[in-house]
């Protein structure tokens, strides 16, 4: 069961009741600080079956609803609204987000099927977007000075007991730096097997001693963007999976077992033919509190544990700032429990 959390933010995603709650629209609870709102019956179901609570967690369930409800009547009465145009950009905000994480374009229809998988319907994850809107702009409002007034960055000692209890999940995967000889893929046949023999015709040259990997790059490469820095590709590490889902399982595992300083012959990839040249191979290893977490990246383990334990003092504050917020408007408004 996911932790139950006294936010706006547990939503009530499954439409029939799996527990024991009356299925009837007999009030729960009644909350009123700018109107009378109805919790009924139902509606508590709804919620116990979205978050997977069982019967003895029903008062639990109805006073997060309690809250919610009060929260989004407190922001409404101090001014904190959202308009549906702002939630369609912060809906195209988030699809953003998500092809930035996973290296990939998707379609609409393709984040639509992603949303509905998560959240049961476009208009559900709208309205948890619009609530997560409001419960921040609300918070930043009426306590946005303390909390920004706040000093959150662990001690010295905090981040290096927090790595040697966590020491084990601190890897570095295998990687490898390399530079290529591209030639893409067209999808005609009769150019696309064309390419592959001058490529093989290339990868012979450069054993045999003909012409230099450097040279090949400069005459054969079609990859203007690495070309002009001499094939130079950057790192490839074993569990990129961006790399993996474009390129191929057949290309990242190819170019690993290159040995240092050598060149491959021809590897197919599923967007072209590369030869590839490995100049730097590092094995899978734990990392040490000050190792970078990428070789390429000037970002080390005691970076991201100060980040993380910063982030989570945040956290704490404004869960703090938000209880007490809540407690007070609860205080204000005149709620009636009626669920027995």
Not at 294 to 317: C, F, G, H, K, S
Request: no cysteine; net charge negative.
């Amino acid at each position: 069961m996911r932790k139950l959390v006294s936010t706006i933010l547990v939503m009530s995603l499954v439409a029939v009741s799996l527990f024991a709650v009356p299925a009837n629209n007999n009030a729960a609870a009644t909350v009123n600080l700018i109107r009378n709102t109805v919790i009924t019956n139902n509606d508590l179901a709804q919620q116990m079956a979205g978050v997977g609570a069982s019967d003895d967690q029903a008062l639990a369930v109805l006073n997060i609803m309690i809250n919610d409800e009060v929260f989004l009547q407190g922001a409404e009465r101090d001014g904190v609204t959202v308009t549906d145009a702002q939630v369609d950009a912060l809906y195209a905000q988030q699809k953003s987000n998500v092809e930035q994480q996973s290296g990939q374009t998707m379609t609409d229809a393709q984040f639509e099927q992603l949303v509905v998988q998560s959240y049961g319907s476009v208009d559900a994850y709208k309205e948890a977007i619009r609530n997560q809107y409001i419960l921040q702009t609300y918070l930043m409002q009426e306590r946005g000075d303390a909390l920004r007034s706040g000093n959150y960055v662990p001690s010295d000692q905090e981040v290096e007991t927090f790595y040697k209890r966590n020491a084990t999940n601190f890897t570095q995967a295998e990687n490898v730096r390399f530079a290529q000889i591209y030639m893409s893929k067209t999808g005609d046949k009769a150019a696309d097997a064309q390419k592959k023999t001058t490529m093989e015709q290339v990868a012979a040259d450069i054993k045999a001693g003909k012409i230099t990997f450097e040279a090949a790059v400069n005459q054969y490469s079609e990859d203007n963007e690495s070309k002009a820095s001499g094939g130079e590709m950057g790192w490839l590490s074993s569990d990129n999976t961006t790399v993996r889902t474009q390129w191929g399982d057949t290309f990242v595992d190819t170019t690993l077992s290159i040995p240092l300083g050598q060149t491959s012959d021809v590897i197919e990839s599923n967007v072209g033919y590369h030869i590839v040249k490995v100049t730097v191979h590092n094995d899978a290893r734990l990392l040490g509190i000050d190792d970078r977490i990428q070789p390429d990246v000037d970002y080390t383990v005691r970076d991201y544990i100060t980040e993380y334990l910063a982030n989570v003092n945040m956290q704490t504050a404004m869960n703090q700032e938000l209880n007490s917020m809540v407690e007070e408007l609860r205080s204000e408004a005149r709620i009636r429990i009626l669920y027995e």
